[in-house]
């Protein structure tokens, strides 16, 4: 065999010996600290169609997540869509092998993944058999617990205290499933949701600190989802916040734009009124979730938990308000929807730094199980995130746990190139956004319609996505992306994974 026809392999290799001269020179810690290390604690906040830019009014999230930890700068969900998204957190799969298309009972919601007996193969279970305590309280799945029995409790939740009846997202008069025990909530100020919430959280982590148990905390708020019913101390924040009015929002020229923009009329004052109080409504619902990030962190710090816990922040998918001449709403593949924030804090991830790989939610179930030394499943289809934001060497940690992390760091530059992007027509939305899928790389956007249109944009000269340029870029290149969406539109496990990191042909 000639060495020339292998410089993968070679590569390879010479990229382990080099890992191996680094860790040699590395002074370790005595053994018996090494035998004694825990699995890190992870607690996970998630919220309801938070769009990226209100971020910029939560102070703590800001001071304790965006400069004390790292932020994904191109982080995407795959489905803008509450279920499809959350199904795609917990299993680590695209919602086309999820099966959880929309938010309806027919194709989607609590009820096919309930059907599908989805909830025996979670990141709850994968967790939990590695001695995990883990806890979900807040919003679950859509339509949860319809067809099952009203305290119903998913498989590998120690914890679990979700709203199963009533007005969650009003904040007052619901019922929570608490671990089997169903307990209404009323209309006084000590029953408004976010808070409820992050007290259960709060709860559970003073108890867990006085155990031997790594924990794995899933809080899912509600805030902002419409009707972003603020807590009463919020209530009179932002009364001049308005929707930034870049050229995006209430767009003049939709010529180029798929025919269900094209059909819109231009926003008159009272609907930019109405978005503006909206917007406003957003921000206030909010600092009550911010609030608790601060709440959280304290116990964490209180009960000397926080040296060894990891914060992972972000939402279910994003949130328009005007733009392209859109209501509030979901479901495009613009960048209001699909492009999140997703942040990470640990004393072993550098603080203040922004990673601009390609991330998206169907990394993060993997991330978890890797950070817990839990078997990811073969069934996924995402990607550990590891790699990209654990730099700093806990010195708590064995030098083959190193070597480990440090060879697979070493070889990201085989990363994600392209995240896909899908969508089920959802018939109870005006407009109703038709069938779509499409790619989403680090500077552009490609989307194809079930009826033959299709979306490009060059996103780094064109950030606002206001020239579709599909019918001027090079045909060559446009078949390039066609052909990758059509390998990525159906791919399962590995598949994806390797269709997303091949390089992509520059026909310029």
Known sequence: MQLNTQPQLIRFLLLSLTVCLLIAT???????????????NILFILTDDLDQASVEYMPQVKSLLVDGGVSFSNYFVSNSLCCPSRATILKGQYAHNTGVLTNNKADGSFVVFYKRNSEKSTIATWLKRK????????KYLNLYPYTSKMNYVPPGWDEWDSPVHGSAYVQYDYTVNENGKLVHYGNQPQDYGNDVYTNKAKQFLTQVAKTNQPFFLFLSYYAPHQPATPAPR???????????????????????KPQYLRELPLLNQEQQEKIDYLHQKRLRSLQAVDEGLATLYNTLQATNQLDNTYIFFSSDNGFHLGQHRLLPGKETAYEEDIHLPLLVRSPHVPAGKVIEAIAGNVDLAPTWADLAGARIPDFVDGRSLVPLFELKLNT?????????????SLLTNSWRQV????????PHVTPIIPQYSGLRGCDYTYIEYVNGEREFYNLRQDPEQLHNLARQTNPKLLAHYAQLLRQLRNCQRKDCRVTESRKLIDFN
């Open 419 to 426: 995240f896909l992007v899908e969508h089920w027509v959802n």
């Open 26 to 40: 590395i002074n370790f810690p005595a053994y018996s600290n090494l035998v004694s290390e825990r699995p890190p």
């Open 234 to 256: 919020h209530q009179n924040l932002f009364p001049d916040a308005q929707v930034p009015r870049r050229q995006a929002f209430n767009e003049i020229d939709v010529s180029d």
């Open 131 to 138: 001695g995990y305590r883990t806890a979900f309280i807040g």
């Open 396 to 408: 708590t940690m064995s030098p083959f746990y190193f070597y480990r992390r440090k060879l697979r």
